[in-house]
């Protein structure tokens, strides 16, 4: 099953600075159906970050947001793979993706364009059948709502 593509977004505070927390509309449906028990989640720390928000440089968020995009593109449509939340706090941004098979969610991610130079990444992966990871800070943001 391949969710839609529709997002809903939160944002606030948290310690003092601003934080953005995207979501899937319809990520219970996927989690439900797909058996997707594996939880990557890839962490972007940027370079320089914008004292007024928070926030990454304008000239850093454009290259984070096209390796979203291409998370999406890659990753989503042989169905292995949801990029299911993404979070920017502190100059961090971090992309929560659930998959079925880890080495086809790397050979996907091996293929993201790298014609400006790699991406500042770090990855890690665990098993979470039950989307633990994704569903406490999906909890903490409907305690705020």
């Not at 990557?40 to 979203?68: C, H, K, M, N, Y």
């Not at 998959?99 to 991610?109: A, Q, S, T, W, Y």
Request: proline share 4%.
């Amino acid at each position: 099953m391949l969710a839609n593509n529709r997002w809903i977004r939160a944002s606030g505070s948290l310690h003092d600075k601003p934080i953005s927390i995207q979501y899937r509309e319809d990520w219970e449906t996927v989690r439900d159906a797909d058996h997707m028990e594996i939880c990557v989640q890839i962490a972007w720390q940027a370079d320089s970050v914008d004292d007024s928000t928070g926030f990454p440089a304008l000239s850093e968020q454009s290259r984070i947001l096209t390796f979203s995009e291409h998370l999406q593109q890659q990753l989503e449509p042989a169905g292995n793979a949801l990029v299911s939340m993404v979070i920017a706090h502190d100059g961090v941004n971090q992309w929560i993706i659930y998959c079925r098979d880890l080495e086809v969610l790397k050979e996907g991610l091996n293929q993201i364009p790298t014609g400006e130079g790699l991406y500042p990444i770090e990855v890690v992966a665990d098993e979470d059948p039950s989307w633990n990871t994704f569903t406490q800070v999906y909890q903490a943001i409907q305690q705020q709502a």
